[in-house]
């Protein structure tokens, strides 16, 4: 059927799309969804067909990624016919009734995703049904490996590579900015990637953009290990698994992350690691919410890495309060530079960092690793190699924490009783950070004075909250009105709350990766 | 934020969207799929946002929903904040974790999905969740019920209200339009409401149309059952269970039919019914494959209507070939119509009429139904009831049956050699008359004159394909060279066929409700 193309000024998020009358779609026997083939010339594509009731008739909608590909005119005439649904979706297909996946299916489904040739549609019904029926060993490191395929890698002459990750869901961690000097300064290389916030206050990614520029190409990035054994870049801009991002934006408003494992496992992999420590924060308000329970994450990330040719060990470390004092992009990078310059000593973080380091650098053959961590940073050599890490991302080796910019309107939170503090609600800080303006105003966040067994009187000030612009503390204060962030008191109640009548079951889901 | 307001001149499927830059979606905090609260003086709404990454800074993009509810000039400004997701959407999540659903809980979510509350990727989920992890009959009833609440009703003054239902699969399948009228002539009440073809060659709705108008509202079809006891109506003009075409958009592309009960089950406690009789089409090349399966579904569909106060019957039968000679629209319309005015006698197709009408006056009170229903064709009432009720819709009641139009362009297949019909293939021959432009073109379709076990001999005429236009005619004679649509011969070879490597597993998926 010849249609006349009609342009739409909009895009599809990289799918490539088209709109078709009623009329013509009935002709054509396509219903919304289903797939027509374009041909002009030589080119030919197949689309993702939306049907209108209104309007359209005798025209073909193009969205920008169509119109791009043919780069027609709009009014002339292109031939659309029926098409058949790609292969990938009769393996979804199949997956839903239960089958496992052969490693040439997944790979044809991840190519697809990446191509745009699935609908959200048939993303979602893949992801739900991972979701759903768990995917086994195989799957898994087969999904990592056509993640890997689909994107970018990362290839250095270097026979040992270290790399860290943290499944997240602890506010306030810093680690990573600690870790990778303290292991770079020691010999060993560390190409670090990571992600921006999500669901979170900060990712590592924000944090570090505080510092120093994080959109670094494969290419930049490479320069900079080479020449300083570390990085801390964003992985997002590198395309490491381009896959990864399309199934995020569909798991998040589904809170489902059955990728977890082979999108962290894919993404080391394209950087080179052949020694890895997962970092598994563990507690209430956290995504891990029992030991029992990361203990059988740990095995499976273990179990992954041995398929994948990386050695993995797992750290299970406490979550139950934001490690160290800051919460925010740049009150978190703020706290990690002074820890570094000596200025500050904020056991937690410390801790953390040195356990984590410890292990990467016994790993790689080391003896006693978190004693020589520990003097990694008192030596002043973590801050000199950080340095040398900011300076060849570009930023600027001389700046000093106080220079930090930090958001110009702020607000104390005082103890309205004395006691001790007995817990800390994780989801609670978040939100809160979240609505004074994280992770997007970097400035903005929370600075903890009080932490889980602290003593405070009444009148004691507990967190400052930071935001770049005042109607955003506004809604942060306003906030805590329903908000409890800390329990003070002598001892813990018994009743925790009642249920007394069928109620929403809104469960806070944590999706950083 | 206030956001001006840029007409996109597309329309969303009835769910209320907008597009944010990426800019503001990120100020605002929303990512692609998030929601937005809009206001404008005292109509708010919360929409499903769309992030762009070009352009579109400063201002908000409306799709029609949301530009016609309310109802502003392009490039005003309007108030666009964060929202939350809605409750519904905790619900699904729950229900992925494998939680059952409250009635309150599906409520709420077929309330949002009628009202375009929840996005495709949302609705993509809980329908593979429910494909997954299967509904127990709670849910089902639940499901069917919540259908009904966001639909319209038929309220007839009646005690007693048959109804009869197909599953579907086998082509050819024109019971309905002989059983209907003998219900009817029997003095028996029997709104019946059919639907299009989704993935057949015709919906009973297809077929009766080209008797008589179709698309009735629900007083004009309780004025036509008021007159004559019966009808034959578009489910789809009648908004029963709007939810259900929502469902069944995202059902089409994944081919999983998990709401097949409950969707049944609605429309007809939506029309009334207290006795029915479900007709589960069984055997190769159905949805129902063994009559195993059938019998389990039997069961279910007799404790869903226990549950929903439907005295339910059900009958297995043979559907490993089409029911009659003719496939497509008119054709098998044509043979209904010849069938009740007694100028052919058509076994099969008569031998299931009696028995499904038996069965349901049988249920009505009445004794020996099967002999009745028979005696009412053949005494001529059966006939005279289509014609009151064609006259009752607006058709025309005098129709002969070789005045109805059949397509222009026809082409006969002969058989290459002698033997008997040992298989003949539905899936083919439905893709074939589909390829001939069935069930858009009412007059397009095949007409079989050998069926299984007939003797054939070489050069005998096996079917006529009958098409509307000549490049559909041609296109499905070209389809002939892939698909053998029977087996002739002396025995079944015993190889049905080798599997040697891996391969695509494409099943036909059969969606009619």
């Known amino acids: 059927m010849k249609l006349k193309i009609k342009f739409l000024d909009l895009e599809a998020g990289g799918k490539p799309v088209i709109i078709l009358s009623k009329d013509d779609a009935e002709e054509l026997g396509i219903r919304s969804l289903g797939r027509a083939k374009l041909h002009s010339g030589k080119k030919e594509m197949n689309a993702i067909v939306n049907v209108t009731k209104h309007g359209m008739k005798g025209y073909v909608g193009f969205y920008e990624e169509v119109k791009n590909y043919f780069g027609l005119r709009e009014h002339t005439e292109i031939e659309v016919e029926t098409a058949k649904f790609p292969v990938s979706l009769h393996h979804i297909i199949n997956r839903l009734k239960g089958r496992k996946l052969a490693a040439e299916e997944i790979s044809e489904i991840v190519k697809d995703v990446v191509e745009g040739n699935l609908s959200e549609i048939e993303i979602a019904a893949f992801v739900t049904t991972l ?181 993995t060990q797992c750290a299970l470390t406490f979550g139950e309060q934001p490690v160290g004092h800051a919460i925010g992009p740049a009150l978190e990078a703020r706290e990690a530079m002074e820890i570094l310059t000596r200025e500050k000593y904020v056991p937690d973080v410390i801790d953390k960092a040195v356990h984590i380091a410890g292990m990467l650098l016994e790993m790689a053959g080391k003896k006693d690793g978190e004693a020589l961590a520990r003097e990694t940073i008192k030596s002043g050599k973590a801050e000199k190699k950080l340095r040398e890490i900011i300076a060849a991302q570009g930023g600027d080796d001389k700046i000093k924490p106080e220079e930090m910019k930090i958001g110009d309107y702020s607000l104390d939170i005082h103890a309205e009783n004395s006691g001790v503090v007995l817990w800390i609600n994780n989801a609670d800080i978040v939100e809160v950070a979240r609505t004074a303006g994280t992770p997007k105003d970097h400035g903005a966040g929370i600075y903890m004075y009080k932490k889980l067994g602290d003593r405070v009187n009444k009148g004691d000030k507990l967190f400052t909250i930071f935001a770049e612009k005042n109607s955003k503390l506004i809604s942060a204060n306003k906030l805590l009105e329903e908000h409890e962030i800390m329990g003070i008191g002598d001892k813990m109640e018994m009743l925790i709350h009642k249920v007394t009548e069928l109620h929403v079951h809104k469960k806070t889901f944590i999706l950083e990766r």
């Open 131 to 311: 979701n759903n029926f768990g995917l086994d060993l195989d799957e898994a490191a087969n999904l990592s490996m056509a993640m890997i395929e689909t994107g970018d890698r990362l290839k250095l002459n270097r026979k040992i590579i270290l790399d860290k990750h943290s499944v997240g869901g602890v506010p306030g961690d810093k680690t990573t900015i600690l870790v990778v000097p303290i292991v770079a300064a020691n010999g060993f290389t560390i190409p670090k990637t990571s992600s921006r916030a999500i669901t979170s206050a900060a990712g590592t990614a924000d944090r570090v953009e505080t510092l120093m520029p994080v959109e670094l190409s494969v290419d930049e990035m490479k320069k900079v290990v080479e020449k300083t054994n570390g990085c801390m870049v964003w992985g997002g801009a590198l395309r490491l698994a381009p896959a990864d991002d399309i199934f995020i934006q569909v798991e998040f408003p589904l809170s489902i992350d059955p990728m977890l494992l082979p999108s962290i496992m894919g993404k080391k992999k394209a950087v080179g690691a052949t020694h890895l420590v997962i970092d598994i924060p563990t507690g209430r308000g956290t995504k891990m919410k029992t030991i029992g329970d990361s203990d059988l994450l740990a095995k499976d990330f273990i179990a992954l890495g041995r398929k994948l040719g990386i050695k």
